[in-house]
């Protein structure tokens, strides 16, 4: 059985797309970087910890193949995860305002003695973004729970100038290096059947 190891809706309707039956592994894994990680040690290891996180939550079945992703926001080498709040969501989308910075997603998939992962990283610029149009946005309460404080799908896309790298990367999954990595894996898609089978929870 396929599983995927994330709670985000935008991950779950995004595998959807990949034509292959799965079921959504409800689970928390801790997001804390370390003092001298990497931003792209950190996505990848983050990505590695769910998948393997949601591999123990179905031991019981040895057939299966679990997808774990991250998405980390990354400007000047600082990393902008999830907003703690409005103050922190309007901050975050200040520092961005009028600049160019990474998104990084990495995805990892584990299975009963193997593993292997794919990093992807996009440029995104943002115009400069007034203070009142940053008040509006975080106010439409969009911005918690995204990386970056931001949603490229959503209110957000008015603000970018330019992007460079995968659209749906910046949204969670980013698709075709995703489904090169089923290929590779021997993750078969499913033309005929229900793409989210359900969700499992811890």
């Known amino acids: 059985m396929f599983y995927l190891a994330s709670r985000s809706p935008r991950r779950n309707q995004l595998l959807a797309r990949l034509d292959r039956p799965f079921r959504a592994l409800d689970l928390d894994v801790p997001e804390i970087r370390g003092p001298a990680e990497s931003a792209t040690d950190y996505v990848q290891r983050v990505a590695a910890d769910k998948a393997r996180a949601g591999l ?44 160019t910075h990474q998104v990084m997603t990495a995805v990892a998939l584990a299975a009963a003695g193997r593993h292997d992962s794919v990093l992807v990283v996009s440029e ?34 008015r603000y970018i100038r330019h992007l460079a790298g995968s659209y749906s990367g910046v949204m969670g999954l980013p698709l075709q290096q995703t489904e090169q990595l089923l290929q590779a894996f021997g993750v078969p898609p499913a033309a005929s059947t229900t793409p989210t089978e359900g969700v499992v929870h811890v």
Do not use: C, H, N, W
């Open 56 to 99: 123990a939550l179905v031991a019981d079945d040895a057939q299966a193949v679990v997808l774990g992703s991250d998405t980390e926001v990354v400007l000047d080498g600082r990393v902008f995860g999830k907003p703690a709040d409005a103050v922190d969501a309007r901050a975050m989308l200040r520092a961005l305002s009028g600049r």
């Open 124 to 157: 995104v610029s943002f115009i400069d973004i007034g203070d009142d149009a940053i008040a509006a946005y975080v106010a439409s309460g969009e911005p918690m729970g995204k990386a970056g404080a931001y949603a490229i799908q959503g209110g957000a896309e």
